[in-house]
């Protein structure tokens, strides 16, 4: 592609609210795993007998280990759902800009 037809791309009012959203929600997923990450280890740092505790009387599980493993399935989810928002709305908005640069170029 010629970079008169990158320009158009950038140009369309498509490929700003893609770039708006895409970057809006990056960030926000961003912020929700690193508050989550960072809260566990401040947790292991400052307060590590909560995490030591069964969760159960006579449970060899322990807090710690039932967090961390909700953490590790819910980073897993979240990753699922950038994907499915990824392949369906952000790459149908790319389509669009693309097609529209190329009926621009003919």
Do not use: C, H
């Amino acid at each position: 592609m010629s970079s008169a037809m990158y320009e158009r791309m950038r140009a369309n009012p498509k490929f700003q609210e893609l770039i708006s959203k895409r970057g809006r929600f990056a960030w926000t997923l961003a912020f929700v795993v690193l508050t989550m990450f960072y809260g566990f280890v401040m947790v292991v740092a400052f307060n590590p007998a909560a995490l030591g505790q069964p969760v159960a009387e006579g449970s060899m599980l322990t807090v710690g280990v039932a967090v961390e493993l909700f953490m590790f399935i819910f980073f897993w989810t979240l990753t699922a759902i950038y994907v499915k928002r990824a392949n369906s709305e952000f790459d149908a908005l790319t389509q669009e800009i693309v097609k529209d640069a190329w009926k621009e170029n003919k």
